[in-house]
Protein backbone atom coordinates (compact mmCIF):
# COMPACT_ATOMS: atom_id res chain seq x y z
CA UNK A 1 0.00 0.00 0.00
CA UNK A 2 1.42 3.25 -1.17
CA UNK A 3 2.17 5.93 1.48
CA UNK A 4 -0.26 8.46 1.93
CA UNK A 5 0.99 11.88 0.10
CA UNK A 6 1.97 14.68 2.11
CA UNK A 7 2.88 18.49 0.83
CA UNK A 8 5.01 21.06 1.91
CA UNK A 9 3.27 24.18 2.32
CA UNK A 10 6.60 26.33 1.30
CA UNK A 11 4.77 30.14 1.75
CA UNK A 12 4.21 28.97 5.24
CA UNK A 13 7.79 28.98 6.32
CA UNK A 14 9.32 32.79 6.48
CA UNK A 15 11.61 34.14 8.70
CA UNK A 16 10.68 36.04 12.02
CA UNK A 17 12.86 39.50 10.36
CA UNK A 18 10.27 38.58 7.11
CA UNK A 19 6.85 38.20 9.13
CA UNK A 20 8.03 41.42 11.38
CA UNK A 21 7.85 43.85 8.54
CA UNK A 22 3.85 42.96 8.19
CA UNK A 23 3.15 42.99 12.29
CA UNK A 24 0.53 45.62 12.90
CA UNK A 25 1.74 48.69 14.90
CA UNK A 26 0.58 48.11 18.51
CA UNK A 27 -1.77 51.09 19.85
CA UNK A 28 -5.51 51.36 21.67
CA UNK A 29 -8.33 51.24 20.65
CA UNK A 30 -11.09 53.32 22.53
CA UNK A 31 -13.51 51.00 24.03
CA UNK A 32 -15.85 54.27 25.01
CA UNK A 33 -15.75 52.12 28.75
CA UNK A 34 -14.75 54.04 31.56
CA UNK A 35 -12.01 52.76 33.43
CA UNK A 36 -11.16 49.74 30.75
CA UNK A 37 -8.84 51.66 28.09
CA UNK A 38 -5.79 51.65 30.73
CA UNK A 39 -6.18 48.23 31.56
CA UNK A 40 -4.13 47.04 28.80
CA UNK A 41 -0.28 48.29 28.73
CA UNK A 42 2.89 48.13 26.73
CA UNK A 43 6.53 48.29 27.73
CA UNK A 44 9.34 50.91 27.44
CA UNK A 45 12.71 51.06 28.26
CA UNK A 46 13.92 54.48 30.21
CA UNK A 47 16.97 56.43 28.90
CA UNK A 48 18.34 55.08 32.14
CA UNK A 49 17.68 51.38 31.30
CA UNK A 50 13.95 51.17 33.92
CA UNK A 51 11.31 48.95 31.80
CA UNK A 52 8.02 51.23 32.83
CA UNK A 53 4.47 50.09 31.83
CA UNK A 54 2.85 52.55 29.61
CA UNK A 55 -1.03 52.26 29.01
CA UNK A 56 -2.13 51.26 25.43
CA UNK A 57 -5.23 53.77 25.72
CA UNK A 58 -7.75 51.10 24.86
CA UNK A 59 -8.11 46.98 23.36
CA UNK A 60 -5.00 46.44 21.27
CA UNK A 61 -5.45 47.10 17.23
CA UNK A 62 -6.44 44.63 14.98
CA UNK A 63 -7.36 42.15 18.20
CA UNK A 64 -9.87 39.74 18.63
CA UNK A 65 -11.66 40.06 21.83
CA UNK A 66 -13.92 37.64 23.57
CA UNK A 67 -16.57 38.93 25.85
CA UNK A 68 -17.73 36.40 27.76
CA UNK A 69 -20.21 36.16 31.14
CA UNK A 70 -24.08 35.29 32.15
CA UNK A 71 -26.98 37.09 31.48
CA UNK A 72 -27.24 40.62 32.93
CA UNK A 73 -23.66 41.37 33.54
CA UNK A 74 -23.78 44.26 31.02
CA UNK A 75 -21.92 42.09 27.81
CA UNK A 76 -24.29 43.87 25.39
CA UNK A 77 -23.99 47.59 27.10
CA UNK A 78 -20.07 47.14 26.52
CA UNK A 79 -20.14 46.35 23.17
CA UNK A 80 -22.31 49.19 22.71
CA UNK A 81 -20.70 51.63 24.20
CA UNK A 82 -17.61 50.57 21.85
CA UNK A 83 -19.39 50.91 19.11
CA UNK A 84 -20.82 54.31 19.62
CA UNK A 85 -17.54 55.45 21.01
CA UNK A 86 -15.57 53.97 17.65
CA UNK A 87 -18.40 55.91 15.50
CA UNK A 88 -17.94 58.87 17.18
CA UNK A 89 -14.17 59.54 16.20
CA UNK A 90 -15.27 58.71 12.18
CA UNK A 91 -14.24 54.84 12.10
CA UNK A 92 -16.98 53.05 10.87
CA UNK A 93 -18.30 49.74 12.56
CA UNK A 94 -20.22 46.82 11.64
CA UNK A 95 -22.42 45.48 14.25
CA UNK A 96 -23.43 42.09 13.28
CA UNK A 97 -26.68 41.31 15.76
CA UNK A 98 -27.63 38.02 16.41
CA UNK A 99 -30.17 37.87 19.50
CA UNK A 100 -32.31 40.82 18.31
CA UNK A 101 -33.50 42.62 14.88
CA UNK A 102 -31.71 45.12 14.39
CA UNK A 103 -34.59 48.07 15.02
CA UNK A 104 -34.31 46.96 18.75
CA UNK A 105 -30.52 47.15 18.67
CA UNK A 106 -30.84 50.59 17.19
CA UNK A 107 -32.44 51.84 19.73
CA UNK A 108 -30.37 50.30 22.19
CA UNK A 109 -27.44 51.87 20.67
CA UNK A 110 -29.35 55.58 20.47
CA UNK A 111 -29.72 55.56 24.33
CA UNK A 112 -26.01 54.57 25.05
CA UNK A 113 -24.90 57.60 22.49
CA UNK A 114 -27.21 59.68 25.21
CA UNK A 115 -25.77 58.56 27.95
CA UNK A 116 -22.25 58.93 26.81
CA UNK A 117 -23.22 62.71 25.41
CA UNK A 118 -22.87 61.54 21.50
CA UNK A 119 -24.89 63.07 18.98
CA UNK A 120 -26.65 60.59 17.13
CA UNK A 121 -26.08 62.86 14.44
CA UNK A 122 -22.73 62.04 14.57
CA UNK A 123 -22.69 57.89 14.73
CA UNK A 124 -26.16 57.20 12.54
CA UNK A 125 -23.81 56.76 9.48
CA UNK A 126 -21.09 54.77 10.85
CA UNK A 127 -22.62 51.65 12.49
CA UNK A 128 -23.19 49.61 9.78
CA UNK A 129 -26.27 46.74 10.89
CA UNK A 130 -25.77 43.52 9.86
CA UNK A 131 -29.34 41.48 10.98
CA UNK A 132 -28.78 37.69 11.56
CA UNK A 133 -31.15 37.61 14.09
CA UNK A 134 -34.11 38.02 11.85
CA UNK A 135 -32.14 36.22 8.83
CA UNK A 136 -31.54 32.67 9.53
CA UNK A 137 -29.60 31.87 6.30
CA UNK A 138 -26.81 34.48 8.04
CA UNK A 139 -27.56 32.91 11.60
CA UNK A 140 -27.12 29.31 10.41
CA UNK A 141 -24.81 29.33 7.84
CA UNK A 142 -21.53 31.39 8.52
CA UNK A 143 -20.02 31.22 5.03
CA UNK A 144 -23.23 33.57 4.22
CA UNK A 145 -22.52 35.70 7.00
CA UNK A 146 -18.41 36.11 6.01
CA UNK A 147 -19.80 37.05 2.67
CA UNK A 148 -22.05 39.55 3.92
CA UNK A 149 -19.42 41.03 6.34
CA UNK A 150 -16.88 41.20 3.53
CA UNK A 151 -19.21 43.12 1.48
CA UNK A 152 -20.37 45.86 4.73
CA UNK A 153 -16.51 45.98 5.44
CA UNK A 154 -15.84 46.83 1.81
CA UNK A 155 -18.34 48.89 1.29
CA UNK A 156 -18.50 50.92 3.98
CA UNK A 157 -14.94 51.22 4.82
CA UNK A 158 -15.13 50.34 8.86
CA UNK A 159 -12.38 49.14 11.11
CA UNK A 160 -14.10 47.17 13.77
CA UNK A 161 -16.80 44.49 14.34
CA UNK A 162 -19.01 43.57 17.05
CA UNK A 163 -20.55 40.15 16.98
CA UNK A 164 -23.35 39.75 19.47
CA UNK A 165 -23.71 37.21 19.94
CA UNK A 166 -21.38 34.51 18.69
CA UNK A 167 -22.91 31.86 21.00
CA UNK A 168 -25.96 32.37 18.06
CA UNK A 169 -23.86 31.33 15.24
CA UNK A 170 -23.68 27.59 17.04
CA UNK A 171 -26.62 27.41 18.96
CA UNK A 172 -27.54 23.35 19.82
CA UNK A 173 -24.60 22.65 17.52
CA UNK A 174 -21.75 23.35 19.98
CA UNK A 175 -19.26 21.02 18.44
CA UNK A 176 -19.32 23.59 15.68
CA UNK A 177 -17.95 26.23 17.87
CA UNK A 178 -14.13 25.92 17.13
CA UNK A 179 -14.72 25.45 13.20
CA UNK A 180 -17.06 28.77 13.65
CA UNK A 181 -14.94 30.55 15.77
CA UNK A 182 -11.76 30.18 13.89
CA UNK A 183 -13.43 31.10 10.46
CA UNK A 184 -14.25 34.48 11.84
CA UNK A 185 -11.42 35.15 14.11
CA UNK A 186 -9.14 34.41 10.39
CA UNK A 187 -11.69 36.56 8.25
CA UNK A 188 -10.93 39.96 11.03
CA UNK A 189 -7.13 38.84 10.37
CA UNK A 190 -7.66 38.75 7.07
CA UNK A 191 -9.94 42.09 6.44
CA UNK A 192 -8.06 44.05 8.93
CA UNK A 193 -10.82 44.29 11.92
CA UNK A 194 -10.62 45.20 15.32
CA UNK A 195 -13.47 43.02 16.85
CA UNK A 196 -15.34 41.95 20.05
CA UNK A 197 -17.06 38.46 19.94
CA UNK A 198 -19.91 38.40 22.68
CA UNK A 199 -20.35 34.91 23.84
CA UNK A 200 -22.80 33.24 26.16
CA UNK A 201 -22.00 30.83 29.54
CA UNK A 202 -24.14 28.22 30.19
CA UNK A 203 -25.35 28.13 34.37
CA UNK A 204 -22.94 25.42 34.84
CA UNK A 205 -20.04 27.37 34.16
CA UNK A 206 -17.79 29.12 36.64
CA UNK A 207 -18.49 32.44 36.15
CA UNK A 208 -15.16 34.20 36.39
CA UNK A 209 -13.37 31.47 33.95
CA UNK A 210 -13.05 31.62 30.60
CA UNK A 211 -15.32 29.16 29.64
CA UNK A 212 -18.16 29.84 27.34
CA UNK A 213 -21.08 28.08 25.53
CA UNK A 214 -18.97 25.79 23.33
CA UNK A 215 -16.39 24.90 25.82
CA UNK A 216 -12.78 27.11 25.89
CA UNK A 217 -13.31 26.87 21.76
CA UNK A 218 -13.68 31.02 21.43
CA UNK A 219 -11.34 31.74 24.43
CA UNK A 220 -8.31 29.48 23.30
CA UNK A 221 -8.59 31.31 19.84
CA UNK A 222 -9.09 34.68 20.12
CA UNK A 223 -6.33 36.92 21.16
CA UNK A 224 -8.03 38.41 24.72
CA UNK A 225 -10.62 37.16 26.23
CA UNK A 226 -12.51 39.61 28.73
CA UNK A 227 -14.92 37.86 31.43
CA UNK A 228 -17.81 39.42 32.95
CA UNK A 229 -19.80 37.97 36.17
CA UNK A 230 -22.07 38.90 39.03
CA UNK A 231 -22.62 37.55 42.24
CA UNK A 232 -26.19 37.86 44.63
CA UNK A 233 -25.86 38.75 47.96
CA UNK A 234 -28.12 37.11 50.11
CA UNK A 235 -25.92 35.83 53.15
CA UNK A 236 -24.93 38.35 56.11
CA UNK A 237 -21.57 37.25 55.63
CA UNK A 238 -21.15 38.64 52.04
CA UNK A 239 -23.37 41.64 52.91
CA UNK A 240 -20.73 42.78 55.73
CA UNK A 241 -17.76 41.51 53.44
CA UNK A 242 -18.53 44.09 50.78
CA UNK A 243 -20.76 46.41 52.25
CA UNK A 244 -23.88 45.87 50.09
CA UNK A 245 -27.41 44.92 51.13
CA UNK A 246 -28.74 41.91 51.14
CA UNK A 247 -30.50 41.40 47.60
CA UNK A 248 -28.52 43.37 45.89
CA UNK A 249 -25.91 42.76 42.57
CA UNK A 250 -22.66 42.39 42.91
CA UNK A 251 -20.53 42.56 39.28
CA UNK A 252 -17.42 41.90 38.82
CA UNK A 253 -14.61 41.88 35.62
CA UNK A 254 -11.04 40.46 34.60
CA UNK A 255 -9.21 40.02 31.61
CA UNK A 256 -8.48 36.50 31.71
CA UNK A 257 -5.61 37.13 28.98
CA UNK A 258 -4.15 39.11 25.85
CA UNK A 259 -1.35 37.86 23.81
CA UNK A 260 -1.04 41.02 21.98
CA UNK A 261 0.01 42.95 25.31
CA UNK A 262 0.13 43.52 29.05
CA UNK A 263 -2.60 43.93 30.89
CA UNK A 264 -4.26 44.01 34.50
CA UNK A 265 -5.05 40.99 35.79
CA UNK A 266 -7.26 42.18 38.65
CA UNK A 267 -10.79 41.22 39.65
CA UNK A 268 -12.50 44.64 39.50
CA UNK A 269 -16.26 45.78 40.46
CA UNK A 270 -18.00 46.28 37.60
CA UNK A 271 -20.89 49.32 37.46
CA UNK A 272 -23.75 49.96 35.62
CA UNK A 273 -24.97 52.92 35.87
CA UNK A 274 -28.23 54.34 36.06
CA UNK A 275 -28.34 55.77 32.75
CA UNK A 276 -27.53 52.49 31.31
CA UNK A 277 -23.79 52.68 31.03
CA UNK A 278 -20.88 50.06 32.25
CA UNK A 279 -17.53 51.45 34.14
CA UNK A 280 -14.87 49.77 35.30
CA UNK A 281 -13.89 50.41 39.16
CA UNK A 282 -11.36 49.47 41.60
CA UNK A 283 -10.21 45.69 42.64
CA UNK A 284 -12.63 43.74 44.57
CA UNK A 285 -9.82 43.37 47.11
CA UNK A 286 -9.31 47.18 47.88
CA UNK A 287 -13.22 47.09 47.82
CA UNK A 288 -13.20 44.19 50.57
CA UNK A 289 -10.06 45.74 52.81
CA UNK A 290 -11.20 48.98 52.51
CA UNK A 291 -15.12 48.52 53.85
Known sequence: MDAQKTTIKEEAVSLLKEAAKK??????IKTGVEGLDDLFYTTEVT???KIIKKPLGGIPYLSVTNLTGVSDTGKSLMVEQFAVKQASLGYPVVFVTVESPSAFVAAGLRERAKAMQINWEDIENNIVLIDASTY???REDVNNLINTMKYAIETYKTHSV????????????????????????NFMKRYKQ????????????EELSAEAAG?????????????????????????????LPIGSILRMFRI????????????????ITETGLVKIGKPISEIVSRR
Open 23 to 28: APKLFG
Open 47 to 49: PEG
Open 136 to 138: SSL
Open 162 to 185: VIDSVTGLYEAREMMARTIVRKLF
Open 194 to 205: TAIFVSQKRSSH
Open 215 to 243: GYAVSHIVDCTMVLSKEIILSKYAAERYN
Open 256 to 271: DGCRMCGHDTKIRELI
